[in-house]
């Protein structure tokens, strides 16, 4: 099936009512071309999704001889766009899908990089941006940025605090265990707080979330164990006070190729309250960029009927 063909085929509203169905761009597939990043990014806006996440990655590490082992999936081979740079291009040839960092991580940047990097693209795309960040797996990576692997949950903390003054203060005094930021301003700023999510597993990034992030983006594990863990999540929310109606849950489907495995993992998200749910290609055997967008027209087209 051609690029415009399914074009007229979108997500209605009454496939979104109380929860945004977006893409994850599958780039780790799609061997680095440039050209993908336009034609998956028009391809979702096209077809009424409601938002690309992206996830990220600054290196990929060769796995073997390593001690400790690495223990996430992706290896040297593995290519990765910058979601944040990528975002930025998207922007000005989009008109109205949000974009998500799934996930930034955070405590291998600088923050304040990040506050500048992320302030513009919301800037650029009109207020459209889901600023996604965890604290990652790759030591090695960590090591070629200058950033300390071990105290990366206590470092993401700190820049949590930091992120929120930066992007709502118009002067910043900040004297922290890790950053130092001496009456200075980020301008310009955000024209809104830019929402901070957070992703991971377990219960150290639960409770995190829970005191510090406006939502959390579930990975892996199959829809029964993200509907345990949001479930558990937001009663940790609501245990320390805080709204539970405004905070936010997105379900990374890995459901495989069946798009009516697909269409039940989304229905009981939503029915679970979740608020997104972001749609997976990678791993099910699309060969080409014209592939990935079949299956999305595929996936848009069973929404609209459901």
Same mark, same amino acid.
């Given at each position: 099936?051609?690029?415009?063909?399914?074009?007229?085929? #979108? @997500?209605?509203? &009454?496939?979104?009512?109380?929860?945004?169905?977006?893409?994850?761009?599958?780039?780790?597939?799609?061997?680095?071309?440039?050209?993908?990043?336009?034609?998956?990014?028009?391809?979702?806006?096209?077809? /009424?999704?409601?938002?690309?996440?992206?996830?990220?990655?600054?290196?990929?590490?060769?796995?073997?001889?390593?001690?400790?082992?690495?223990? &996430?999936? !992706?290896?040297?081979?593995? =290519?990765?766009?910058?979601?944040?740079?990528?975002?930025?291009?998207?922007?000005?040839?989009?008109?109205?899908?949000?974009?998500?960092?799934?996930?930034?991580?955070?405590?291998?940047?600088?923050?304040?990089?990040?506050?500048?990097?992320?302030?513009?693209? %919301?800037?650029? *795309?009109?207020?459209?941006?889901?600023?996604?960040?965890? $604290?990652?797996?790759?030591?090695?990576? !960590?090591?070629?940025?200058?950033?300390?692997?071990?105290?990366?949950?206590?470092?993401?903390?700190?820049?949590?605090?930091?992120?929120?003054?930066?992007?709502?203060?118009?002067? @910043?005094?900040?004297? /922290?265990?890790?950053?130092?930021? %001496?009456?200075?301003?980020? @301008? =310009?700023?955000?024209?809104? =707080?830019?929402?901070?999510?957070?992703?991971?597993?377990?219960?150290?990034?639960?409770?995190?979330?829970?005191?510090?992030? %406006?939502?959390?983006?579930?990975?892996?594990?199959? $829809?029964?164990?993200?509907?345990?863990?949001?479930?558990?999540?937001?009663?940790?929310?609501?245990? $320390?006070?805080? *709204?539970?109606?405004?905070? /936010?849950?997105? !379900?990374?489907?890995?459901?495989?190729?069946?798009?009516?495995?697909? #269409?039940?993992?989304?229905?009981?998200?939503?029915?679970?309250?979740?608020?997104?749910?972001?749609?997976?290609?990678?791993?099910?055997?699309?060969?080409?960029?014209?592939?990935?967008?079949?299956?999305?027209?595929? @996936?848009?087209?069973?929404?609209? *009927?459901?």
């Amino acid at each position: 099936m051609g690029a415009r063909s399914f074009m007229r085929t #979108t @997500v209605t509203s &009454g496939d979104t009512v109380g929860m945004q169905i977006g893409v994850v761009y599958p780039q780790t597939e799609l061997r680095g071309d440039p050209t993908a990043v336009r034609r998956i990014g028009r391809a979702v806006e096209d077809l /009424g999704f409601d938002h690309l996440l992206a996830y990220d990655h600054v290196l990929g590490a060769v796995h073997a001889d390593r001690t400790p082992p690495l223990t &996430g999936p !992706y290896t040297e081979h593995d =290519p990765f766009h910058d979601p944040l740079v990528m975002f930025a291009y998207l922007a000005g040839i989009t008109d109205r899908i949000g974009f998500a960092t799934g996930i930034l991580i955070l405590p291998q940047r600088p923050t304040v990089l990040v506050a500048r990097q992320a302030a513009d693209v %919301d800037l650029l *795309s009109g207020g459209r941006l889901r600023l996604g960040v965890g $604290i990652g797996w790759n030591y090695v990576e !960590y090591e070629a940025l200058g950033q300390d692997f071990r105290t990366r949950g206590a470092r993401q903390e700190e820049q949590l605090e930091l992120l929120r003054r930066l992007f709502t203060e118009p002067v @910043v005094d900040f004297s /922290g265990r890790f950053d130092r930021v %001496d009456r200075a301003a980020l @301008v =310009p700023r955000p024209s809104r =707080p830019i929402p901070i999510w957070l992703g991971g597993s377990g219960e150290a990034a639960f409770d995190r979330a829970a005191r510090l992030a %406006d939502g959390f983006i579930f990975f892996g594990g199959g $829809i029964d164990h993200a509907v345990d863990a949001w479930n558990r999540l937001r009663d940790r929310v609501g245990a $320390i006070g805080r *709204s539970v109606e405004h905070f /936010g849950g997105d !379900y990374v489907a890995l459901s495989g190729a069946d798009v009516g495995d697909l #269409t039940a993992e989304i229905a009981a998200w939503r029915e679970a309250g979740g608020t997104h749910v972001s749609v997976v290609t990678m791993g099910l055997g699309l060969d080409s960029v014209d592939d990935h967008i079949d299956y999305l027209s595929s @996936v848009a087209a069973a929404l609209s *009927s459901s």
